[in-house]
């Protein structure tokens, strides 16, 4: 449960700040935003938390670095899912703040028992979509650097042409193949050396019985 100094501090921080209030701060708050590809307008960015909201979306961007009209697609999605679970976790804090205001636990408090809910199954959905979209960027780079490497070894070879196919699936399925066509061949000529051993004992038992008569 948060201290009276805890929740005189939150109290305090609530109104510190709240964001541009004039069209061109506005404006220019936005601009930051679209600078990476994705409009805070969006999203449901409150008052004051424009560079909150700008400082998560540069450092993700800056680790992420997505190439290509995908990618960035992609990147949109996981900082609107990124965004989302910050603002559940505010959320949870701000129902903390408000059952420590009763001299209660949250946990412990029933009249929040269903926003507590509520806010755990858009956390959940919205860490579901964040991994979910951070593992399929890196599969595209994956592959993106994979080509690479290979033009770069092979520059004759190209790639392009492939579109998203996966290099490694694409692998995998030719040595698949390779090895089906390896066990038809080796069954084709496991036929052959049957015939030719049944033919062969033929013609032995006919010039036997020839001998004999």
Not at 119 to 136: C, E, P, T, V
């Amino acid at each position: 449960m948060p201290t009276d100094a805890q929740i005189e501090a939150n109290r305090a921080n609530s109104k510190k700040s709240t964001g541009p209030r004039t069209p061109e701060g506005k404006a220019r708050s936005a601009q930051n935003a679209r600078e990476h590809g994705l409009c805070a307008s969006q999203l449901v960015v409150k008052p004051g938390q424009e560079a909150e909201f700008d400082e998560m979306q540069a450092g993700l961007y800056e680790e992420i670095l997505p190439v290509g009209g995908l990618e960035d697609e992609l990147f949109k999605s996981l900082i609107y899912a990124a965004w989302n679970q910050r603002r559940c976790r505010q959320a949870e804090a701000d129902l903390q703040l408000k059952a420590a205001e009763k001299g209660l636990d949250i946990l412990l408090d029933p009249a929040l028992e269903a926003d507590l809910r509520r806010i755990d199954l858009y956390g959940r959905r919205a860490a579901s979509a964040f991994h979910r979209n951070l593992k399929a960027i890196r599969d595209l780079q994956n592959e993106r650097h994979t080509r690479a490497a290979i033009k770069a070894r092979h520059p004759q070879v190209s790639t392009e042409q492939l579109g998203l196919a996966s290099l490694a699936a694409i692998r995998n399925t030719l040595q698949t193949e390779r090895s089906r066509a390896v066990r038809i061949e080796r069954t084709e000529i496991a036929a052959e050396i049957d015939a030719y051993e049944l033919e062969r004992r033929r013609i032995e038992d006919e010039l036997a019985a020839a001998q004999a008569a």
